[in-house]
């Protein structure tokens, strides 16, 4: 079985700065992959960025980026450079060869709130 | 479209009422995804098509719920006779293909009273 856990029910940063959202993932499947979703209160998931299990370098998206620590089964987002429209709730999320490789598998998310 | 659809935005049901959610994916997908999302939690899995064919459907949490995806574009989740433990947010997401990353829509919140 795979599990997501993420242990900030609510973070808050300040304009410009950056912020890390947790994750932590358990799974034993060989092969993986770990996203992050952005939901504004419109209620769409929006597609953040991507890090595969065997990817020798940290993802990076723009502003985004995953601190991906495998031997501690860790996979941050790091926000550089906060924006208020970064205020949202973010959802880390797994994606394992189980099941054929196409569920998800979600966390329960983090509140994010950026102030001025 | 330029984006995965999904209506009603709203729907509102007595319970035991049967419900029909609509879902239409970014033209070309080729796989559709259907999950649930309670209040302040995350999506949860419920079932998975790729073109017409039902693939997963291990997530459904009864025999009340249907999908059905009959033309392999789009796709209707049906309840029937609601409870309120159905009242949540139903999201439909769609990709290219296996392995590819899922695009998804706005959501259909179902309340049920």
């Known amino acids: 079985a795979q599990k997501i856990t993420q242990t900030q029910p609510g973070m808050f940063v300040q304009e410009k700065e950056a912020v890390t959202l947790d994750c932590t993932y358990d799974t034993s499947d060989p092969s993986y992959g770990l996203f992050w979703y952005k939901q504004p209160s419109s209620g769409e998931m929006i597609f953040l960025i991507y890090?595969?299990?065997?990817?020798?370098q940290n993802a990076t998206e723009g502003r985004y980026s995953l601190n991906f620590q495998k031997a501690r089964k860790s996979a941050n987002l790091v926000i550089s450079a906060s924006q208020l429209g970064d205020s949202a709730m973010y959802f880390c999320a797994m994606r394992g060869i189980t099941g054929g490789g196409n569920k998800l598998t979600f966390g329960t998310g983090t509140q994010l709130k950026v102030e001025l | 479209g330029a984006g995965v659809s999904q209506s009603p935005r709203y729907k509102v049901a007595k319970r035991g009422q049967d419900v029909a959610l609509r879902c239409d994916p970014i033209s070309g997908h080729v796989s559709l995804f259907w999950y649930q999302q309670a209040l302040g939690q995350g999506p949860e899995f419920l079932t998975y098509?790729?073109?017409?064919?039902?693939?997963?459907k291990s997530g459904l949490p009864s025999d009340r719920f249907f999908a059905e995806r009959p033309e392999g574009s789009v796709s209707t989740l049906k309840i029937q006779r609601t409870q309120q433990e159905d009242s949540a947010v139903y999201l439909c997401a769609s990709t290219r293909g296996q392995g590819e990353k899922l695009f998804f829509g706005s959501g259909t919140q179902l309340s049920v009273l």
């Open positions: 098509f790729q073109n017409e064919a039902q693939l997963d």
């Open positions: 890090q595969g299990s065997y990817d020798q």
